[in-house]
């Protein structure tokens, strides 16, 4: 499918949430703006499936656990599920409390077009970085979009700098955490398993747990981050548990217990069974993760449509309740319809422009194999898990890339000392390089002989850079770590600065 149909099928969604905006709503006063911000939402929503949605499959897709028409149709059947089941019924309707409404003055329209411009901004910024195939935190493109906006409207004094801060230190935190986390896991699968004379009987040892272990991280985070919009339904459901506002992580670590006791009792002899007719070597161990990844993919891809659906449909929904009320809420209903538009709108997006992305993250930045990206997967779900417990700001996004870093590096070093082609390219260079340095300082008197030798030890040096450059990049693609973690870094800038501008614009436009 090319460029162009894509991009008529996109619009046609974003002409068909319009159109049922108008016909559903004709009789809110500034209708007109609405369908605007409904177009606007759903054409974030896109994005978000288009960007954030790869993170979640595209290490299944490297590894070849999924193919990519197999990732698309997963994440959007349960992106869609977790943001229409588990999205939850109201949103805050300023993202992560960064500006204070009061500076709004009461003034529900300059409210509503600060967040038309919000969304817009976040989605523009977010087309450029899938087109530049740089995976970047949805959250913080509306972060950004919010608070250029709110500086436009009511200056810089209406941003919360401390909440700022703290998602500015999530750029450190988050890929770190998860690049660690990664690595550990890997290393364990090497070094109790791939290292092992009886790689076999050690898998059949370490697959169930290391299984479990998934499991209960995945039970834990789905608590945490996808059951917390509906735990008053949870509750009705299951009375015996505490009457709290939202999941603790006690509870949601009980959880994830008893679904890896439950795991661990179900794997474990199909892990024996299936290892039986297995080779002793690397690629035979691989199989054993692969349809761990495909549940992996699958619970991440819930957990994200019921906690990032609110990057979408938050300030849509804020819009909606403000148009309707006349005011400015904290918390606005999420009706049916604006919850549908960005669980649609993310699996359409995911669906048209998603596999850019997921190539990107599976295959462009280090190769990846089924233990590699099932790797990549625990550690996306329990750095979120440490981090809820710790309450520090993390992105899933950061987390997840981070992840794919972790591994590349970790394979880097455990290789340092290997004897593939490129090293032993690169070994004799240096002893190459040397030889002409011990012959300099040997030489005689002539000039003009320890010049040309000086310049062709600089010439040898330079071809020493670009084989060491070649061996790091058969781990990981030092440019591409390069352009994301740059991405990263200007995200809220650049999503900040789009929105101060569409603010403007729209506040001078009447609709």
């Known amino acids: 499918m090319n460029s162009t149909i894509k991009t008529i099928l996109g619009a046609a969604f974003a002409i068909a949430v319009a159109y049922y905006v108008q016909s559903a709503f004709g009789e809110i006063p500034s209708v007109n703006f609405l369908t605007l911000a409904a177009v606007f939402g759903a054409y974030m929503a896109m994005n978000i499936g288009a960007n954030d949605v790869a993170n979640n499959v595209g290490p299944a897709v490297g590894a070849g656990a999924l193919t990519i028409g197999g990732a698309v149709i997963v994440a959007s059947i349960f992106e869609a599920s977790g943001a229409l089941l588990a999205g939850g019924d109201v949103v805050g309707t300023i993202k992560k409390g960064i500006i204070d409404p009061v500076a709004f003055a ?18 523009l910024w977010l087309t450029l970085a899938t087109w530049l195939k740089a995976p970047v935190s949805t959250t913080h493109s509306i972060v950004g979009g919010v608070m250029g906006a709110g500086i436009a409207a009511g200056g810089f004094a209406i941003v919360s700098w401390g909440t700022m801060g703290k998602i500015a230190a999530s750029w450190v935190i988050s890929p770190v955490l998860g690049g660690l986390i990664a690595a550990a896991f890997l290393y364990i699968i090497k070094s109790q398993i791939l290292h092992q004379d009886d790689r076999l009987n050690a898998a059949k040892k370490i697959v169930p747990i290391l299984v479990s272990v998934m499991a209960w991280a995945f039970l834990t985070y789905l608590t945490l981050k996808g059951f917390k919009h509906i735990w008053k339904d949870v509750l009705e459901f299951l009375p015996f548990l505490p009457e709290t506002k ?13 679904g890896a006791i439950v795991t661990y009792i179900f794997v474990k002899p199909r892990i024996s069974s299936k290892i039986a007719g297995l080779e002793n070597d690397r690629a035979a ?41 006349a005011t400015i809420s904290a918390k606005a209903a999420i009706p049916l319809w604006v919850m549908v538009t960005g669980g649609v709108g993310i699996s359409v997006g995911l669906a048209l422009f998603g596999p850019r992305l997921i190539k990107t993250v599976g295959t462009e930045i280090t190769d990846l194999d089924p233990m590699r990206a099932f790797s990549i997967m625990m550690a996306a ?34 290789d340092r000392k290997g004897t593939d082609e490129k090293r032993i390219a690169l070994e004799q260079q240096r002893e190459k390089v040397q030889a002409l340095k011990d012959k300099l300082e040997t030489m005689g008197d002539d000039a003009q002989q320890k010049l040309e030798l000086f310049e062709t030890i600089k010439y040898e040096k330079k071809k020493t850079k670009v084989l060491k450059r070649a061996v790091k990049d058969t781990y990981v693609k030092r440019g591409m770590v390069q352009k994301i973690v740059a991405a990263w870094v200007i995200t809220v800038p650049a999503a900040a600065t789009l929105s101060a501008i569409v603010f403007f614009i729209i506040r001078g436009i009447e609709i």
Do not use: C
Not at 114 to 121: E, G, P, V, Y
């Open 285 to 325: 161990i691989n199989t054993l993760f692969t349809i761990p990844l495909i549940f992996a993919a699958a619970m991440l891809s819930f957990a994200h449509g019921a906690n990032d659906v609110a990057n979408a449909v938050g300030p849509l929904a804020a819009i909606y309740d403000a148009l309707s009320h």
């Open 381 to 414: 779900a329990i750095t979120v898990v440490i981090a809820s417990q710790l309450g520090l700001p993390v992105s899933s996004t950061h987390i997840a890339v981070g992840g794919v870093f972790g591994v590349g590096f970790l394979r880097e070093w455990m």
């Open 246 to 258: 939202k999941p603790t992580i006690g509870v949601a670590a009980s959880f994830g217990l008893i």
């Open 106 to 123: 009461g003034d529900p329209m300059m409210f509503v077009y600060a967040m038309a411009a919000a969304l817009l901004s976040a989605a």
